[in-house]
């Protein structure tokens, strides 16, 4: 499935990939829980984040933060609060920044609670999605705040797209955790 450019395909592939890495989740074992990522060995891997995110907890309050970002500016906007996507005083060439300091933010965060922050966070987005029409989520023009994308495609990027990312790091981790 390609990228969703409909209400109803956002909501399943935000549902499917939800899904699928809650059981990639589960499926971890202790030793895949307790080693430390580490893809320094991968000369691939050169993007932030493979350096930034050293276990489960640091990749499940990433996917949290930026469900935050949606719902704070979806909401804000909605009450006539103009306000960007990415807060001040970061923007989207000094995003990675703002990723640093949410991983610092949360070093003292358990993964139990990172879990339920997560999975609590994910129901509040799609809840969100579900009150707005296709037209509104997938037509450009819509909202003057989202500027030339669709809202939708906000929505696919922290749900569907952003579950795809974490699935690819968390296989990626078990990889190195097998060589060990």
């Known amino acids: 499935m390609g990228r969703p450019t409909t209400k109803a395909d956002l909501l399943t592939a935000a549902a499917t990939n939800y899904e699928k890495l809650n059981v990639l989740i589960l499926g971890l074992t202790e030793k895949e829980l307790k080693v430390p990522f580490d893809f320094s060995d991968d000369v691939k891997k050169k993007e932030a984040h493979w350096k930034r995110d050293r276990n489960l907890r640091d990749v499940l309050i990433h996917l949290y933060e930026w469900h935050q970002l949606l719902l704070h500016w979806v ?8 306000m960007p996507f990415i807060p001040q005083p970061y923007n ?3 995003y990675g920044d ?3 300091e949410f ?4 070093q003292r965060t358990s993964l139990e609670d990172a879990k339920t922050m ?3 966070s994910h129901a509040e987005v799609i809840k969100l999605a579900e009150t707005f029409s296709n037209e509104e989520l997938f ?9 030339g994308s669709t809202l939708g495609s906000y929505f696919v990027s922290v749900t569907a797209s952003h579950y795809d990312w974490a699935m690819k790091k968390l296989r990626a981790h078990r990889k190195n955790c097998a060589a060990i």
């Open 98 to 100: 703002m990723n640093v």
């Open 139 to 147: 037509s450009k023009g819509v909202y003057k705040w989202v500027g």
């Open 118 to 120: 997560f999975q609590k």
């Open 92 to 94: 989207w060439k000094t």
């Open 103 to 106: 991983w610092k933010k949360h």
């Open 75 to 82: 909401q804000s906007n909605q009450k006539g609060e103009t």
